[in-house]
T-cell receptor
Framework: GAVVSQHPSWVICKSGTSVKIECRSL??????MFWYRQFPKQSLMLMAT?????????EQGVEKDKFLINHASLTLSTLTVTSAHPEDSSFYIC?????????????FGPGTRLTVT | AQSVTQLGSHVSVSEGALVLLRCNYS??????LFWYVQYPNQGLQLLLK??????LVKGINGFEAEFKKSETSFHLTKPSAHMSDAAEYFC????????????FGSGTRLQVQP
């Protein structure tokens, strides 16, 4: 099956620093990856859509200069939270689009928990 | 635009009892519908999905859901709850299965009492 990994699984950083989260498709190529964030006890909200080789498309209200997304290859997308603040603490989940056996599906990573102190 | 409404943020059932988690959707195009389960501090696991084939969809762990267009519903059921079913469940809708992002409902936390 299609596997998506995220690294790190959890990270604690100080306010004002930047942190990078990686999303990798391990056994397939993903032309499209999606980044979601989930606040405690809440649902997932789409942040941005990442297409390989092009700029990410951000949802309304998401600051593109704060949440930098780079989809440099067909197996890797990165989300960098710049100048992090405590309100950025959240669970970040990526998903990757896979076309396998003629089926077009999305597969979710295990998530990255970010805590900003 | 698409949206999902999950009725009941918390559902509690006894072990062995029927599980019913409700989901209603709104979509201007034929929807693709999904149910995911999330265990604490983990990512999402796909339980089942509707992709315009059979209206009754069977998933993993004994779950199933029925697509009812007239009621714009996609409720999740399981005949007999198990303690291991305790988790957060999310209903989601999309315009397709891969190309578009999913729009998630607010989630329902299922508790299973011994």
């Amino acid at each position: 099956g299609a596997v998506v990994s995220q690294h790190p699984s959890w990270v604690i950083c100080k306010s004002g620093t930047s942190v990078k989260i990686e999303c990798r498709s391990l056994d397939f190529q993903a032309t499209t990856m999606f980044w979601y964030r989930q606040f405690p006890k809440q649902s997932l909200m789409l942040m941005a859509t990442s297409n390989e080789g092009s700029k990410a498309t951000y949802e309304q209200g998401v600051e593109k200069d704060k949440f930098l997304i780079n989809h440099a290859s067909l197996t890797l997308s990165t989300l960098t939270v710049t100048s992090a603040h405590p309100e950025d603490s959240s669970f970040y989940i990526c998903s990757a689009r896979a076309t396998l056996a003629g089926r077009d599906e999305q597969y979710f990573g295990p998530g990255t928990r970010l805590t900003v102190t | 635009a698409q949206s999902v409404t999950q009725l009941g943020s918390h559902v509690s059932v006894s072990e062995g009892a029927l599980v019913l988690l409700r989901c209603n959707y709104s979509s201007s195009v034929p929807p693709y519908l999904f149910w995911y389960v999330q265990y604490p501090n983990q990512g999402l696991q796909l339980l089942l999905k509707y992709t315009s084939a059979a209206t009754l969809v069977k998933g993993i762990n004994g779950f199933e859901a029925e697509f009812k267009k007239s009621e714009t519903s996609f409720h999740l059921t399981k005949p007999s709850a198990h303690m291991s079913d305790a988790a957060e469940y999310f209903c989601a809708v999309s315009e397709d299965t891969g190309r578009r992002a999913l729009t998630f409902g607010s989630g329902t936390r299922l508790q299973v009492q011994p």
